[in-house]
C-alpha cells in the first residue's frame, strides 16, 4: 500500500510517462472523460495504479465547479434512527463515488447560523438534511431551494424541498388497525412532540383507523409522550389516571413503547393481559424488551440511500422534481406486546399471531 | 437569511469597498491572519456579515495547503457506542472550526482500497479512525502514521499510531470484582470476538480481579458471544451446559448481556437470585432491560472528543506523541441485575446496593 506517501507526489505527467500515452489522453482519461480506447484506459489506469496516482480533488473542482462532495446536516446522530439513515446515505454516496461533509446541529441546533455556512463555505454539489429540528425553519428552506439540490428526510416549513421519509400516516394506522382486529375498542395514543409533522402524521393515520372501525377517537385518549423512555413512563400513567378503562395504547415511537412497558409493570400490570402495547420505528433493540414489542418497522437505512440517490440524479442535472414528496412503506412486526382483549368473562386470552 | 445566494457573489474586493479599508488588509482579516487594529478586524468582520460573504476555502486551501477537514473513517455508525463517539468527534471539530470527511468502511471493510484514498484524494489534514476492524491492518497503521496526523480509537496493529479509547482491563475488573464483592465464586464470562484486543483487554481484567480474590479462572468459564444478541444468547447455554454451577455471569458488552438475559429468562432461570448478570458500554437502553442492567460505563462521547482534541493539536503542529495511548477511566452502574450470591441454605438474598 503505498498511496499514502505517493499521493503528494505522482502527477498525471508521471502516469504518462509511464503509460507511454500522451499527456492529453492521460489527463482526459484521469478526469474521467472523453473516449478513448479501451486497451488505452486500461495501460493508463494500470500505470496510475502502479505509482499510486491520486487525483487532486480540490484543484479539479476549481475548474470544473464540481467538488463531488455532498454536504449532510444531520440531528443527534447517536438516535439509532438516524444513524441507520446515515449509513443508507453514505454507502449510496460511496457507492456512487461522492464524498460526505459531515456537520451535526447538535447540541446548539442553529441550522441557519453554523451548519449552512460551513458547507457553503467548502462549495458542497449538494446537502441532505437529516436533521428533524429544522422542521420550522421556513427561512432555510427557501434558501436552500434556490441555492443548490437539497433532499431532506424529513419536512421542511414552506415547502420546496424533496422530501423523502417514511410513510407515517400509514404506520399509525397499521398500529392502530392491528389493536382493533384484536378486539380492543377503547385505544390509547402517547404521541412524540406535539406539533411535529411526523407526529400529526401518525396521529392522523391513529384516527383514521379508529374511524374507519366505528370506536371513539376522543381527544383524552391521546397523550404527549415527548421523546424519550421516561417521557413515555409519565404519559403512560397520565393516560391511565385519566382512562382506565384503556386496554391497548399504540405509542408513536419505540422508546415510549420502553416507558410503557415499565410503567405498566411499576403499576402492577400485565402486558399483553391487561394492556397491549404496540411500538413504532423497528428499532433492533425492540426485538428485546420483555415481553417482546410488537411495533412498526420504519425503513431508515432505506430512506437514507433513497434520499441521496434523488439527491445525486437532482446534482448530476437530472428532473429536479423540485418539492416531491417520497414516503416509502412501513411494515407490522408482531411480538409478544399485543394480545387479543380480555372479555369480561376473561374468555378471550389467546395471544396475537407472531412473525418472525 | 442570504448566506445561500451571497456567497456565490460576495468577494474579499466587496467586503473592502463596504468597509472602507483596503483589500490586502480586508483579504488578512478575512482569512485569519496577521496584526490588525481591533475596531478596523470588527469593521472589516462586520461589513462581510452584511454582505453574506463566505470564504472559499477551497481556493484558499490551495495555497495555504491546509483544508480544515479532518478526514473521519469509521466502521458500521448504527452501531450506537460508535455513533455517541462520532458524535464527541464531530462537536469539537465543529468547536474548532474543523469540517468532517466522513467514509464508512461498512459493509466491504477495505480501508486500505478504498477509505484511505478517498481522504488523501481530499487532502484532509488529518484523520480520525473509529474502525474496529482495522485493528488488524498493519500496512494501513505503517502507511498513516508517516503519511498524515492520525488519531485512532482502535489499537492498530504494528503501533505507531496514536489511540484514544477507555481503560478495558479496568472494565474487566470493575465488573468482576463487583460479582466478587457479591460473595459469587463460580464467575463465567461471555467474550467478544476473539483476538480482538478489547476482548483481550476485558479478559485481562476478569482474570486479575479473580486472582486477586484467589478465586478459580479456569478456561472453560469462558464462551465466546461475539458482538450481537443472539450470539449471547447461545454462548450462556453453552456456558451454563458445561457449567451450571457458575451463579454470576460478566458479559463483555451490554448485547451480549441481553443475550444472557433472555437465554436465562427461557430456561427458567431468575434474574438476579438464580444468576446474576453484568454487562459492559453503559449504552442507554441497557437502563430498560428486564430487571435493569447492572453493568459499566464506557464514556464513547468524551473518547470521541479527546480523539478529536490530540488530533487537532497534532494537526497544527503541536508535540506529536506518536504510539501515545490514551485510556479514559470507566465506571460501575449498579442496578437490579446482580445480587449477593445465595447461598445453599437460601440465606443471604438481598439486593446489591443500587446507584442512579
Chains 1, 2 share one sequence.
Do not use: W
Not at 155 to 177: L, N
Amino acid at each position: 500500500m503505498t498511496v499514502g506517501r505517493a499521493s503528494r507526489h505522482v502527477s498525471v505527467k508521471d502516469v504518462a510517462a509511464r503509460s507511454g500515452v500522451s499527456f492529453q489522453t492521460t489527463s482526459k482519461v484521469l478526469n474521467g472523460g472523453g473516449s478513448v480506447a479501451e486497451a488505452t484506459r486500461a495501460r493508463i489506469l494500470q500505470a496510475a495504479s502502479d505509482l499510486g496516482y491520486v487525483p487532486n480533488l480540490q484543484a479539479r473542482s476549481l475548474v470544473m465547479q464540481r467538488t463531488r462532495t455532498i454536504g449532510l446536516i444531520t440531528g443527534d446522530f447517536s438516535d439509532p434512527g438516524l444513524s441507520r439513515c446515515l449509513a443508507g446515505a453514505e454507502q449510496e454516496a460511496r457507492r456512487q463515488g461522492y464524498g460526505l461533509m459531515l456537520t451535526s446541529m447538535e447540541p446548539e441546533g442553529s441550522g441557519t447560523e453554523y451548519a449552512l455556512p460551513a458547507m457553503m463555505e467548502r462549495r458542497v454539489d449538494g446537502i441532505l438534511l437529516a436533521a428533524p429540528q429544522m422542521e420550522d425553519d421556513r427561512a432555510l428552506g427557501h434558501v436552500l431551494d434556490r441555492t443548490l439540490p437539497v433532499v431532506s428526510t424529513t419536512h421542511i416549513a414552506g415547502g420546496g424541498v424533496t422530501t423523502v421519509s417514511a410513510d407515517d400516516e400509514e404506520a399509525g394506522q397499521v398500529a392502530t388497525r392491528h389493536l382493533l382486529e384484536q378486539g380492543h375498542r377503547l385505544i390509547g395514543a402517547l404521541s412524540g412532540v406535539r406539533g411535529r409533522r411526523l407526529t400529526q402524521s401518525r396521529l392522523r393515520g391513529y384516527r383514521k383507523a379508529l374511524d374507519e372501525a366505528g370506536v371513539e377517537s376522543a381527544n383524552d385518549l391521546v397523550e404527549e409522550g415527548g421523546v424519550d423512555v421516561a417521557g413515555g413512563q409519565v404519559a403512560l400513567r397520565r393516560l391511565l389516571e385519566r382512562r382506565r378503562d384503556v386496554t391497548a395504547v399504540f405509542c408513536h415511537h419505540d422508546l415510549l413503547a420502553v416507558g410503557a412497558l415499565t410503567a405498566l409493570r411499576a403499576m402492577g400490570k400485565r402486558v399483553p393481559e391487561d394492556c397491549s402495547v404496540v411500538g413504532c420505528d423497528g428499532l433492533d433493540s425492540a426485538a428485546f424488551t420483555s415481553p417482546p414489542l410488537t411495533t412498526v418497522r420504519v425503513p431508515f437505512y432505506d430512506i437514507g440511500v433513497e434520499a441521496m440517490r434523488l439527491l445525486l440524479r437532482m446534482v448530476a442535472g437530472g428532473p429536479t422534481d423540485g418539492g416531491k414528496d417520497v414516503a416509502l412503506p412501513v411494515h407490522l412486526i408482531v411480538r409478544s406486546s399485543t394480545a387479543r382483549r380480555t372479555g369480561s368473562d376473561g374468555s378471550a386470552r389467546a395471544p396475537a399471531r407472531r412473525a418472525r
